[in-house]
Nanobody, 133 residues
Framework: QVQLVESGGGSVQPGGSLRLSCVVS????????LAWFRQAPGKEREAVAS???????????HYADSVKGRFTISQDYAKRTVYLQMNSLKPEDTAMYYC???????????????????????YGQGTQVTVAS
């Protein structure tokens, strides 16, 4: 059974930081894509960052252009936990943030595993992030 439990959301001023956590229960944890999505009021859900769990040292995560250089996705393989470190937060980052998992992984031409942005198979319940003065 797949279970994703997010935590770490809250309210922060612009320029501040938050770290989201997601405890993951998955069969075959090491062969999945994990990602963070967000959905702001009145907007569609969008992917923010993803990683392949098989790269235990955290190689080759994928980021949306809107968060590159500010957000970092990482995992603690032993704890089966994925994180989203969010720095230099902006009001437009305000949204419900969701952890997501998917067994579909893409093999690139250089034989590296990649987790593209797509609709994922399973989502958590979400954690709210609000960025305001």
């Amino acid at each position: 059974q797949v279970q994703l439990v997010e935590s770490g959301g809250g309210s922060v001023q612009p320029g501040g930081s938050l770290r989201l956590s997601c405890v993951v229960s998955l069969p075959n944890y090491g062969t999945n894509c994990l990602a963070w999505f967000r959905q702001a009021p009145g907007k569609e859900r969008e992917a923010v960052a993803s990683l392949y769990t098989g790269y235990t040292s955290g190689g080759r995560p994928h980021y949306a252009d809107s968060v590159k250089g500010r957000f970092t996705i990482s995992q603690d393989y032993a704890k089966r936990t994925v994180y989203l470190q969010m720095n230099s937060l902006k009001p437009e980052d305000t949204a419900m943030y969701y952890c997501a998992a998917d067994v579909r992984v893409t093999l690139l031409d250089d034989n590296s595993w990649h987790c593209p942005f797509r609709t994922y198979m399973t989502y958590g319940q979400g954690t709210q992030v609000t960025v305001a003065s």
